[in-house]
T-cell receptor, first 118, second 114 residues
Framework: DVKVTQSSRYLVKRTGEKVFLECVQDMDHENMFWYRQDPGLGLRLIYFSYDVKMKEKGDIPEGYSVSREKKERFSLILESASTNQTSMYLC?????????????????FGPGTRLTVL | RKEVEQDPGPFNVPEGATVAFNCTYSNSASQSFFWYRQDCRKEPKLLMSVYSSGNEDGRFTAQLNRASQYISLLIRDSKLSDSATYLCVVNVKGSGSTLGRLYFGRGTQLTVWP
């Protein structure tokens, strides 16, 4: 069974703090993703990575950065947390189904980290 | 325009009812389609993939109409345990060396009552 774990279920930080959210998957998936989910807005993609040391901006990358030094681990960094970054953060991973065709497989999600920035 | 649009819901139905959710997508480069289910305070999980020929998994039937860019999910004989948010998801093909990515609808909330 695929397992995606996130470092914390709940996190409370203060405005201006640097925040690290960690995600680890155990299925040797090439692709990893960070989303945030807010009521009424659904899931929004922040950053994703198709390989170690590679990263691509999603739809809302501002205020975030990522790091993928190892295949199994994808970190989301809030350089200077702000109250509008209070949200549920979800990590996901997937296989590459067909690199030539540009398609990826089903995404498996971690349990989420509920971040509150005060 | 959003990549994926869904019925906003919420849907409140009695046990045993049949309920249908609809979804439209805007990008003709979309190449695969899914329904995910998300329980309250949990992560999304794949419910089923959606194929052009239509596919069924027990009480759940998914349909895809590529010409109309329309996806549907039908749940028959609803159970209390079907209460959840249903997310319509589209995989859009990447360009050049970029792989595809998923676009999620905002979800439709279903509550099944006894």
């Amino acid at each position: 069974d695929v397992k995606v774990t996130q470092s914390s279920r709940y996190l409370v930080k203060r405005t201006g703090e640097k925040v690290f959210l960690e995600c680890v998957q155990d299925m040797d998936h090439e692709n990893m993703f960070w989303y945030r989910q807010d009521p009424g807005l659904g899931l929004r993609l922040i950053y994703f990575s198709y390989d170690v040391k590679m990263k691509e901006k999603g739809d809302i990358p501002e205020g975030y950065s990522v790091s993928r030094e190892k295949k199994e681990r994808f970190s989301l960094i809030l350089e200077s947390a702000s109250t509008n970054q209070t949200s549920m953060y979800l990590c996901a991973s997937s296989f590459t189904r067909n690199r030539v065709a540009g398609s990826t497989d089903t995404q498996y999600f971690g349990p989420g980290t509920r971040l509150t920035v005060l | 325009r959003k990549e994926v649009e869904q019925d906003p819901g919420p849907f409140n139905v009695p046990e045993g009812a049949t309920v249908a959710f609809n979804c439209t997508y805007s990008n003709s480069a979309s190449q695969s389609f899914f329904w995910y289910r998300q329980d309250c305070r949990k992560e999304p999980k794949l419910l089923m993939s959606v194929y052009s020929s239509g596919n069924e998994d027990g009480r759940f039937t998914a349909q895809l109409n590529r010409a109309s860019q329309y996806i549907s999910l039908l749940i028959r004989d609803s159970k209390l345990s079907d209460s959840a948010t249903y997310l319509c998801v589209v995989n859009v093909k990447g360009s050049g060396s970029t792989l595809g990515r998923l676009y999620f609808g905002r979800g439709t909330q279903l509550t099944v009552w006894p």
